[in-house]
């Protein structure tokens, strides 16, 4: 399949490129799209779909579910490789971090030699807060910093 590098698509993976931490929906995507686009046409979502499926086949872009609605959501990922290192996801803001360090490395190399289990670890998140959510959090409530009710002092 051609890959044509059309004003739009050209569009789309510039403003995702400037939003490397946030995953959105197409329906969000259009809605930015059309935002930056005053006086041009609308973006079509059977277009949009088009791009993010070339994106995603060329890595470049990658589709999640959603942990909140039944959509997918996208990402930027670039030319990076995003299938060998975890990600953590903040519950709070909803940004992911890709967790590209010797200790993931280590945990997946620890999983398959000792657990015989392949870690898929491109769909592996991890969820919690982020160091800006988790500090705004200990403010609001520093007796309580995570929301925990298991009673013990964190």
């Not at 015989?116 to 500090?135: H, M, N, P, Q, W």
Request: with cysteine.
């Amino acid at each position: 399949m051609a890959t044509y590098k059309t004003p739009g698509r050209q569009r789309l993976l510039d403003f995702l490129e400037s939003s490397p931490d946030r995953q959105f929906t197409v329906d969000e995507l259009c809605e930015k799209l059309d935002s930056m686009t005053a006086g041009e046409n609308k973006t079509r979502k059977s277009t949009l779909y088009r791009h993010l499926s070339e994106l995603c086949a060329e890595g470049t872009v990658r589709k999640y579910r959603s942990d909140t609605q039944s959509a997918y959501v996208y990402q930027y990922v670039g030319q990076g490789d995003c299938c060998h290192h975890f990600h953590l996801k903040c519950v709070t803001c909803g940004d992911l971090i890709h967790l590209e360090c010797a200790v993931s490395e280590e945990l997946l190399t620890h999983i398959s030699a000792h657990h015989g289990f392949e870690v898929d670890s491109g769909r592996s998140i991890l969820y919690g807060l982020c160091k800006a959510c988790a500090s705004l959090e200990k403010k609001h409530d520093p007796t309580n910093p995570r929301g925990c009710s298991c009673g013990h002092h964190h």
